[in-house]
């Protein structure tokens, strides 16, 4: 089955990339992979804090996914598989497209601020030739009708 991967962060514009690929997996008979990583520089602690501060935010990441999977099952019935990384963003990301051979598309949000579409959005397309499965790029401000529309 082709997976849909997409990255949860904080950002505004993770929501309709995780909407655009819920909807399109749902439309295409594929499955979303939701990749969140944790960054190593948040656990420069004692070892025993460290580990807290680490448990924590597994515990962050299980909540915030948990909204958007309880939406993806009722409104797309589709069923979201939530993978945890540590490691820097990119190349965590870059694993886990080569060492999943179901991943099919990488799902990005853009942002729509004056900073422009964000860290991500522009390492990766500045990558794009040598990924080895297609970017799609969602802006952070494209209204649910307008996903649905093209999806």
Request: net charge negative; glycine share 8%; aromatic share 4%.
């Amino acid at each position: 089955m082709r997976k849909f991967l997409v990255v949860l962060d904080d950002s505004a514009e993770c929501l309709n990339a995780m909407r655009f690929a819920a909807m399109r997996a749902a439309n295409t008979g594929g499955g979303v992979e939701v990749l969140a990583i944790i960054r190593p520089e948040e656990f420069n602690h004692w070892i025993g804090v460290g580990d807290l501060m680490r448990e924590e935010a597994r515990e962050q990441i299980n909540t915030h996914f948990e909204e958007f999977a309880e939406w993806m099952r009722v409104q797309q019935n589709i069923e979201p598989e939530l993978i945890i990384r540590e490691g820097e963003p990119i190349p965590e990301i870059i694993s886990q497209v080569t060492e999943d051979p179901e991943v099919g598309v990488l799902v990005l949000g853009a942002g729509t601020g004056s900073d422009g579409p964000g860290p991500l959005v522009s390492a990766l397309t500045r990558m794009a030739s040598s990924l080895p499965v297609p970017v799609t790029i969602i802006s952070g401000d494209m209204t649910e009708e307008r996903l649905k529309a093209v999806s």
